[in-house]
């Protein structure tokens, strides 16, 4: 047996098959690409939403806010992580003049949900507050 080979064999042995674990990746991930999701946003806490439609965009590795791009939010590299049938991700928007928005959500069947964080700090205070969405797969 080649040395790459013994290599590659010992460490699958000293991993072994049940060592993989439910983390984000490392690198960016596509489980999601090709997705939009429709919906509505609300301030934590609060059950009502507001007025704007939202709509969550998966794309060539990249997550979108609709509506945060007027604001100039760029779209983020996106991570997933999957735990039986629930597909979790994790992005970060951010604008040159907003701040950033830490997003966290799940995909499960058709719908998503997710909670996100806006922060954006400032010489004399800083700006935090927590959103939620929940919305569906557009058809």
Known sequence: MNARLYAGVLAALMVGPGAVTASYADEPSHLLDGKTFIGRNGEKGSSLATDEQEALIFADGLFTSASCEPY???SSEYVTRVDGERIYFEATTTSPSHGQIAWQGMVEGATARATFVWTKER???????EYWFEGSLKE
């Open 123 to 129: 010489w004399y205070w800083d700006t935090r507050r």
């Open 72 to 74: 100039n939010f760029s």
